[in-house]
């Protein structure tokens, strides 16, 4: 059992520190009997014969993780995995929203240039909270949010992680598709590529790695071949169709998409990085972070936009993106063996999207609830993958009508999050990760209680539903903006985030007393 003292800070404040023994350091009370517990027998005796990760969710202590990480091959493994996860036809797919709301080819560059820079420095100032913690991104908000709020977030987290992979299933399922001349269907596709995500997700993060480590080379010389065969139709001379207020809603919207694409990652960045020193430089790793995100998104989501701007003067290239992203590529692609392989390597692009997913997903379940996270993350995976094949195949012929509204959505919640890990840390903890008491990472009575987060939470969405726009639903603000609205969800969540957090974790702290 542990024992519980005060601490008392340089700053003034008092907080309540845990000394534990190793017996208390995992989170969900773990009988030693019945299906559970020979679930997770089965899990254990996996993880010394494949590596699969049994600790599930519990904090990463110094002194246990892998020495590889420690070096500079382990460290620029960050680059290629963000690369091979965010390179992808997805990413592809979604540059071609641009042309779709309205836009020019250089309105839509630019957009996505400064959105992704702006999205992929969120998720890297994030991802510097995993190796000093030694925590997964959920349990670190819970230093900010509280326990109960930082369970919505690990909801939503599900719920993004099921939509990015059946995202990515039903781009690499039409990668397939095209492959096989129409010979496998798009739903077998689907079905293809979520089986094989599930492989490598259900062995765990060294898997994940190990697949980008050289994965993400072959990407990013495919996308680069791919603008090469690509600039030469590029439209650089065509208006924009969606011009003054409607013009700038549309830019509103498409950055806010290109945004939530990248910022979306934030809400789970760190359960990537736990494996890393504790000591390493944060400034090595957001840089690290930044380089493989901001060249991932931006070039794969410019050479969809360049590849979109073309279909408006040439009728038999648009009929091919009738039937799929996969078709149209085979045909822009010369010559059409090089297309076919092409096509081929990048329905794994897919899977290495879908496989971080699937990862994070299982992990984010575990942390909704501690029965949940007594049950073996593999367990929750396989159900994950259940859902993805449902998603995909439902939304196998409406892609970018599902990533419009997908990726938009992504980026409210991520920017709340943002907003109240960035407050927490340097307004109420000065910048010092010293100030968190890492062993209460899972002991609520020592946590934040979240009324201070959880109405920022709130705060925070109703911005964004004022501000949305959608396929499905404009917010009264974004009404406001030409004819089609313009999303500004992102803004005014920010906005209502930060303007209510800061003051209401003041009374909190003065209240609760922590």
Excluded at 124 to 132: E, K, L, N, R, V
Excluded at 176 to 185: E, I, M, P, T, W
Excluded at 404 to 414: I, R, S
Aim: aromatic fraction near 14%; charge should be neutral.
């Amino acid at each position: 059992m542990g024992r519980i003292m005060d601490d008392t800070e340089k700053n003034g404040q008092t907080i309540v520190a845990v000394e534990t023994d190793s017996s208390s350091e995992e989170s969900p009370a773990r009988s030693k009997s019945g299906f559970l517990a020979r679930l997770r027998s089965y899990e254990e005796a996996l993880d010394r014969k494949l590596g699969v990760e049994a600790h599930g969710i519990q904090r990463k202590l110094p002194e246990d993780r892998n020495p590889f990480y420690a070096g500079w091959s382990g460290q620029w493994a960050l680059v290629g995995f963000w690369v091979g996860s965010c390179m992808n036809l997805s990413s592809f797919a979604s540059g071609f929203l641009g042309w779709q709301l309205g836009l020019s080819l250089r309105q839509s560059i630019l957009i996505i240039v400064f959105a992704s820079c702006v999205g992929s420095s969120i998720v890297s100032w994030c991802a510097t909270m995993g190796p000093p913690t030694g925590l997964r991104q959920v349990s670190v908000c819970r230093y900010s949010l509280g326990w109960y709020p930082s369970k919505a977030v690990a909801m939503l987290n599900v719920i993004q992680q099921i939509g990015w992979c059946a995202s990515g299933s039903i781009t690499g399922g039409q990668a397939l598709a095209a492959f096989s001349d129409g010979k496998v269907g798009t739903e077998v596709g689907v079905i293809i590529c979520s089986i094989v995500s599930l492989v490598l997700s259900f062995v765990g993060l060294t898997a994940v790695y190990r697949f980008m480590k050289f994965a993400w080379i072959i990407f990013f010389v495919i996308f680069l071949i791919m603008l090469g065969e690509f600039a030469p139709f590029a439209d650089l001379a065509a208006p924009a169709s969606a011009v003054g207020a409607t013009g700038s809603g549309a830019a509103l919207t498409f950055f806010s998409i290109v945004y939530g694409s990248s910022a979306c990652c934030a809400v789970f960045a760190s359960d990537y990085y736990v494996e890393y020193p504790a000591t390493i430089s944060k400034a090595r790793i957001f840089l690290l972070t930044f380089l493989g995100l901001f060249t991932a998104m931006n070039i794969s989501t410019a050479v969809g936009a360049i590849a979109a701007s073309a279909l408006s003067s040439n009728d038999e290239w648009n009929k091919q993106y009738e039937a799929g992203i996969g078709f149209l590529f085979q045909r822009m692609v010369y010559p059409y063996g090089l297309a076919k392989f092409m096509l081929f390597l990048l329905m794994f692009a897919s899977v290495g999207l879908n496989c971080a997913s699937l990862y994070s997903a299982g992990l984010s379940i575990q942390q909704l609830a501690r029965p949940l996270g007594a049950v073996p993350r593999f367990v929750w995976t396989l159900i994950c993958f259940l859902a993805v094949i449902a998603l995909g195949l439902a939304g196998s012929d409406r892609l970018l009508v599902f990533l419009q509204n997908f990726l938009g959505l992504l980026g409210y919640y991520a920017t709340v999050v943002f907003v109240c890990l960035v407050a927490e840390h340097y307004v109420f903890r000065r910048g010092s990760f010293d100030s968190y008491n890492l062993e209460a990472w899972d002991k609520p009575e020592l946590l934040p209680v979240g009324y201070a987060g959880g109405l920022a939470f709130a705060c925070g969405i109703v911005g964004s539903v004022l501000g949305m726009a959608t396929t499905w639903y404009t917010g009264v603000a974004a009404k406001l903006i030409g004819e089609s609205g313009g999303d500004i969800g992102n803004e005014l969540c920010l906005l209502f985030t930060l303007v209510v957090y800061v003051p209401a974790r003041y009374v909190e702290i003065r209240i609760v007393g922590r």
